[in-house]
């Protein structure tokens, strides 16, 4: 059974930093891309950062450049997400997904409708 299972979220001061996991079973997430997504109240889910397990090439949403890292540890076959200089507006629950068809390539930009197998999510709150 396919299983994605995030975890690391939390409360967190602005200029805070906290590391996002996105553990696998049932497949192995090194043959896969894999993405984060984040969706906060009232607002669509949107596409963060997404990895290649083609080449490891990676996409970060504007907003998170420069402050967001993803990372992959196929040994223990988990994704990170680590995020660094919080602010409120990165507020959300945040979610990894794999592509629906499977593909090893993230599409650029990830969209939600491009991914079909989902985590439960992790919130994450920014608040002083």
């Known amino acids: 059974q396919v299983k994605l299972v995030e975890s690391g979220g939390g409360l967190v001061q602005p200029g805070g930093s906290l590391r996002l996991s996105c553990a696998a079973s049932?497949?192995?997430?090194?043959?896969?891309?894999i993405g984060w997504f984040r969706q906060a109240p009232g607002k669509e889910r949107e596409g963060v950062s997404c990895i290649s397990s083609s080449d490891g090439s990676t996409y970060y949403v504007d907003s998170v450049k420069g402050r967001f890292t993803i990372s992959r540890d196929n040994a223990k076959n988990t994704v990170y997400l680590q995020m660094n200089s919080l602010k409120p507006e990165d507020t959300a629950v945040y979610y990894c997904?794999?592509?629906?068809?499977?593909?090893?390539?993230?599409?650029?930009?990830?969209?939600?409708?491009?991914?079909?197998?989902w985590g439960q999510g992790t919130q994450v709150t920014v608040s002083s």
């Open positions: 049932g497949f192995s997430l090194d043959y896969y891309a």
């Open positions: 997904a794999a592509p629906s068809d499977w593909t090893r390539s993230c599409p650029f930009p990830p969209q939600p409708t491009d991914f079909g197998s």
